[in-house]
């Protein structure tokens, strides 16, 4: 009934900047809460970036002052750019939609670092 479509994945080198966008479609309406998390290998999924159906929004303390969180409410779409990338960024980004009670989850776009 849900789906939702990550892009904007690959393989950058340290300091280098990607920008992460995901299409929610289907039942949906207002304005809800969306946001992106990464699971890497062996590692539990923990949130990256959160944005509100009142446009505000939260980081990890991790990636703050690196990455920016935005929408398109016309769209359905979130987009996370990340500037300035480390090692430790790379994992399966995952986009979130939140529906009342339930998350819906899209398939998760691969982001690697390098050095």
């Known amino acids: 009934q849900v789906q939702l479509v990550e892009s904007g994945g690959g393989l950058v080198q340290v300091g280098g900047s990607l920008r992460l966008s995901c299409a929610a479609s289907g039942r949906i309406f207002g304005i809800n809460d969306m946001g992106w998390y990464r699971q890497a290998p062996g590692k539990q999924r923990e949130l990256v970036a959160f944005i509100t159906g009142g446009d505000r929004s939260n980081y990890a303390d991790s990636v703050k002052g690196r990455f920016t969180i935005s929408r398109d409410n016309a769209k359905n779409t979130v987009y996370l750019q990340m500037n300035s990338l480390k090692p430790e960024d790379t994992a399966v980004y995952y986009c979130?939609?939140?529906?009342?009670?339930?998350?819906?989850w899209g398939q998760g776009t691969q982001v690697t670092v390098s050095s």
């Open positions: 979130d939609i939140r529906l009342g009670l339930y998350d819906y």
